[in-house]
Antibody
Framework: QVPLVQSGAEVKKPGASVTVSCKAS????????IHWVRQGPGLGLEWLGVSNPSGGGTTYAEKFLGRITMTRDTSTSTVYMELGSLRFDDTAVYYC???????????????WGQGTTVTVSS | DIQMTQSPSSLSASVGDRVTITCRASQNIYSYLNWYQQKPGTAPKLVMYIASSIQNGVPSTFSGSGSGTDFTLTISSLQPEDFATYYC?????????FGGGTKVEIK
């Protein structure tokens, strides 16, 4: 069983919203935080935020406050990341990733989804 | 936010070479420094956590060291499967931040 499975590629217009899903195993969903990280074309890694699927708490990067929302569906062990007011520079591969120890400070991200390509194009 | 600076940004090396990548944090992060390996078209893979703990399944040719603000990732004998881009990440404070990456290429 693949631990984290993400939804498929999306193409959106500027100003629209996109929702990316990340289906986790029940074990991961109930015990570990899930982070979201993105990577623009040819660029490095950028952290978007983290959610505690079992408890529902979230922390977002300040850069995205006001246009990012992370939610969860406990019935399907799925975490969602919605990014709104899309701009051209939101074009990136978006990854969900499991926290190693779900404690603070974290020991890093030890299991990653396959990535979801989001293209913002007019 | 804590800034993470990696050097070099790229390097060329041969199979069997010893390779060292450095990462510097803009403030003290104690040992909360992780390293990832990323190959083209794939997700990053955690290779080292809390500076010097090797992740399960990673060859013992990889080692990490450092604390405070200065860290290194060393590959003692470069193998063909090690050619990739490596990123450091601090997790001492929120937001966790990544270095800009070091691309290890074949000479």
């Amino acid at each position: 069983q693949v631990p984290l499975v993400q939804s498929g590629a999306e193409v959106k217009k500027p100003g629209a919203s996109v929702t990316v899903s990340c289906k986790a195993s029940e074990y991961i969903f109930t015990k570990f935080y899930i982070h979201w990280v993105r990577q623009g074309p040819g660029l490095g890694l950028e952290w978007l935020g983290v959610s505690n699927p079992s408890g529902g708490g979230t922390t977002y990067a300040e850069k995205f406050l006001g246009r990012i929302t992370m939610t969860r569906d406990t019935s399907t062990s799925t975490v969602y990341m919605e990014l709104g007011s899309l701009r051209f520079d939101d074009t990136a591969v978006y990854y969900c990733a499991k926290d190693f120890n779900s404690n603070f400070p974290s020991y890093g991200l030890d299991v990653w989804g396959q990535g979801t390509t989001v293209t913002v194009s007019s | 936010d804590i800034q993470m600076t990696q050097s070099p940004s790229s390097l060329s090396a041969s199979v069997g070479d010893r390779v060292t990548i450095t990462c510097r944090a803009s403030q003290n992060i104690y040992s909360y420094l992780n390293w990832y390996q990323q190959k083209p078209g794939t997700a990053p893979k955690l290779v080292m956590y809390i500076a010097s703990s090797i992740q399960n399944g990673v060859p013992s040719t990889f080692s990490g060291s450092g604390s405070g603000t200065d860290f290194t990732l060393t590959i003692s004998s470069l193998q063909p499967e090690d050619f990739a881009t490596y990123y450091c990440q601090q997790t001492y404070t929120t937001p966790p931040t990544f270095g800009g990456g070091t691309k290890v290429e074949i000479k």
